[in-house]
């Protein structure tokens, strides 16, 4: 045993009892201390130990290890692993546990990961669609039951919230994040740290965030998944970073580094990501963890020749633990000894490791977060309500004409019609925890519990959307042939007075690896909806997906539409909240939609280039085939009431450095129901030492009024908002002109400017 100090001692024979037996709790000391403690009593073997992380083989997210199971469990027992993850409940945790806690030398509790993304077993909807509520007190609550759930389930650490902003609609994960806005996602990035981990990690009932992928890994060309990223140094402090500041502000304990290279270096070897931004100029002192086998990955990139050198060119970059990837443990002790990598990278990830550890409480009660009683405290039936409260203000109303929505009294026949009509699978989207497949409320399901018993509601589901097999390991085959069920759907829907029609796509369209090159209405799906269009024009469509669609040709023809993405256990009473009027959606969309796929990637807040396009030259920076605008564009959502922006006034056309304007604008409900608006805030920034985005999002409020009832919304406009990455290589804002654009989307605002004196 090396550098044993009393201290040590003290420590080593606490881990040895329980908690109930513990009369000294670890907490009289602060973390430093223990964990500098700690590390002073272990070998270097032991210290390598808790930079690994083995899958626990129940469910593979990823290309298994060599290694058996046989051999994962003596390695548990001599103390070599430092977390777990797909590990689940409390029995398996438990046993996993044991095997440290009754076997190794220091008893150096495991930490239990998983992938939480939008729920444990109650499922919420995926964080593309929750992000379209804007609704931050709703999302943290969703984080913390959770969190709740996941911890009455043995798993102390979630491998969420991912904040890639992402602005292609080709790749699968753009359902996973928040969209194309860099603060918007931020945003969503506190609430989320907020909900799982709380004031206080050691509370049993919040576990650990990881904010993911670090970085860029949204930003794959072509929207190929683990795909090439070239982003240059502007495009990444601007855009790409700021959600994930956010997070390391917040507390988040853990990162994640990505998959992808980044302008030639992959983000897992990636030294000035990892070691100078993050734990240098953040201050940050939690650890990262690699992406799944990401380090030994860096041989497929061609930047390592064996695991070996993966191993240290990942340490010495700064990835702190190696998850499943075996590079790790086979290499890194031998890379010390050769004074490869230095001894004091090793101890830095392992007090980062340590300290995580301590602060979840594991030292004190290594069994913390494996007890089943917590499980008993849970009413499930309470989730529920909030999971269809967040997924009723998810839902985003694109279009409604004709007066269809909400349903009226003369549809006295509806016509339920399409395959995601009655599928109680796809609301619960990819990336489900131990969501239950089959478990969500369908569509079909919804309106038959929440319309009136006079409606007569007929269904035919008109076509398969895919063929075969359906699972998180397999993309899924489409139907592009078998139209069998189209004149079963064309009678049901000619006989009715509205048709409702649930098309969009399949939950294994999206999520890793589900890049696709068409985003339209996959197989037979626009061909049924033209269809059934022919014999009855009255038809409100509904759209489950979990990615922006192509669709251009629906949105010139039918009538309503309205997004319901992939919105989870309770989908089907939630859409139902909003077709028959119980629920006036307010949802905005957090990504453009395109009119084309070709745009892709497409947001709001672009470049204006040297030629942005003009009325005698409308193609510049544009398409000769296509509009370049967005088809529905970003912060855009219609309301069943009507609100009219008038006034934008500012407080004074000047500001200091050192101080502040306000802009206000008065907003009215025009129309005959009570609403909810998003009232968002733009700026741009006129002249700059480098160019910027033409329009930013820089604020947001909601607010609730009642017919003809109107308010004055201001928002605080000061000089911290108007800094940038600048020339400087710097966060710092410019003397000069800026826009305040106030309105409901991004297209449609009211325009001011002022200046900054410097
Ligand atoms: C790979 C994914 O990229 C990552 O997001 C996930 O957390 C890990 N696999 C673990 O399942």
Redesign the pocket.
């Known amino acids: 045993m090396k550098k044993l100090n009393l201290l040590g001692f003290f420590l080593l024979g606490c881990f040895m009892v329980n908690a109930q037996d513990s009369t000294i709790k670890s907490s009289v000391r602060n973390v430093e201390t223990k964990v500098d403690s700690v590390l002073a009593l272990m070998t270097l073997e032991e210290k390598v130990g808790q930079l690994v992380q083995y899958n626990g083989s129940w469910d593979l997210?990823?290309p298994a290890s060599e290694m058996n199971n046989k051999q994962k469990e003596d390695n548990l027992k001599a103390g070599k692993v430092g977390a777990m993850?797909?590990v689940l409940s409390v029995e398996a945790t438990r046993e996993a546990q044991k095997l440290v806690m009754e076997n190794s030398r220091l008893k150096i509790p495991l930490m239990f990961?998983?992938?939480v993304i939008h729920g444990y077993t109650t499922i919420f909807p995926v964080p593309l669609a929750e992000t379209a509520s804007w609704d931050l007190e709703a999302m943290e609550k969703t984080a913390q039951i959770a969190a709740l759930e996941s911890a009455a389930n043995g798993v102390n650490w979630t491998?969420?919230p991912?904040i890639d902003v992402s602005r292609d609609a080709r790749w699968g994960?753009i359902m996973?994040g928040s969209g194309e806005d860099p603060y918007l996602t931020s945003k969503v990035a506190v609430a989320k740290v907020k909900g799982y981990q709380s004031d206080d990690l050691s509370n049993p009932k919040s576990i650990a965030a990881?904010a993911?992928?670090f970085a860029g890994?949204g930003f794959g060309e072509a929207g190929r998944d683990y795909n090439t990223v070239h982003i240059g140094e502007n495009e990444l402090h601007n855009t790409i970073l700021p959600p994930f500041e956010a997070a390391a502000e917040a507390g988040v304990a853990t990162f994640?580094n990505?998959?992808n290279d980044l302008d030639g270096i992959p983000a897992t070897g990636h030294k000035t990501l990892q070691r100078d931004i993050l734990k240098r100029d953040w201050d940050w002192n939690g650890f990262v963890v690699s992406?799944?086998g990401s380090i030994p990955e860096m041989i497929a990139h061609g930047v390592a020749k064996d695991k070996k050198e993966a191993a240290k060119i990942a340490l010495n970059a700064g990835s702190d633990m190696d998850?499943?990837g075996g590079a790790y443990e086979s290499s890194l002790v031998g890379l010390v000894k050769e004074g490869e990598v230095s001894e004091d990278y090793i101890n830095d990830a392992v007090k980062r490791v340590l300290r995580v550890k301590f602060k979840l409480g594991l030292f004190d009660d290594p069994y913390l977060y494996s007890n089943a009683e917590l499980l008993e405290e849970i009413s499930f039936e309470e989730h529920k309500n909030v999971a269809r409260d967040v997924a009723k203000k998810s839902i985003v109303l694109l279009k409604n004409e004709k007066d269809l929505l909400p349903i009226k009294e003369s549809a006295q026949k509806i016509a339920v019609i399409g395959p995601l009509a009655d599928d109680k699978d796809t609301p619960i989207g990819n990336w489900r925890a131990q969501g239950e497949a089959n478990s969500a409320v369908s569509l079909l399901e919804g309106l038959q519990n929440n319309i009136s018993e006079n409606v007569e509601i007929s269904y035919a589901k008109g076509a398969d959307l895919g063929v075969g097999e359906r699972s998180f390991l397999m993309p899924l085959e489409i139907n592009e042939t078998d139209k069998s069920g189209f004149e079963e759907a064309i009678n049901t829907a000619s006989e009715a007075d509205l048709v409702i029609m649930a098309l969009g796509e399949d939950a294994f369209q999206t999520g890793?690896g589900r890049s696709q090159v068409n985003i339209g209405l996959a197989g037979v799906q626009q061909e049924l909806l033209e269809e059934i269009y022919k014999v009855n024009q009255n038809i409100v469509l509904v759209l489950i997906n979990g990615r922006p669609l192509e669709i251009t040709w629906a949105s010139e023809n039918i009538p309503a539409i309205v997004e319901a993405w992939q919105l989870g256990s309770e989908s089907g009473n939630a859409i139902a909240d909003v077709l028959v009027g119980d629920y006036n959606p307010s949802g905005k969309l957090p990504v453009s939609f395109p009119r084309a796929v070709g745009q892709e990637p497409l947001y709001y807040n672009q470049k204006s280039t040297g030629r942005p396009s003009n009325p005698i030259h409308v193609t510049y920076s544009g398409y000769t085939d296509e509009k370049k605008d967005a088809l529905y564009p970003f912060g855009f959502g219609l309301s069943y009431t009507d609100f009219e922006y008038e006034g934008l006034q500012l407080s004074s056309e000047e500001m200091d450095t050192d101080g502040s304007i306000q802009a206000s604008i008065t907003l009215k409900n025009t129309g005959d129901v009570e609403g909810k608006e998003i009232v968002q805030l733009y700026l741009r920034d006129l002249v700059a030492s480098t160019t910027r985005a033409v329009k930013e999002l820089k604020g947001f409020e909601t607010v609730s009024l009642a017919p003809g009832e109107s308010k004055t919304v201001t928002f605080e406009i000061d000089e911290k908002m108007l800094q940038f990455y600048s020339a400087n290589r710097k966060w710092e804002s410019e003397e000069g002109e800026f826009e305040v654009l106030i309105g409901g989307n991004s297209r449609d605002l009211q325009k001011a400017t002022f200046s900054l004196k410097k």
């Open positions: 997210t990823g993850l797909n990961g998983y992938d491998f969420s991912m994960r996973e990881s993911k992928h890994y994640m990505a998959f992406d799944w998850m499943e890793e």
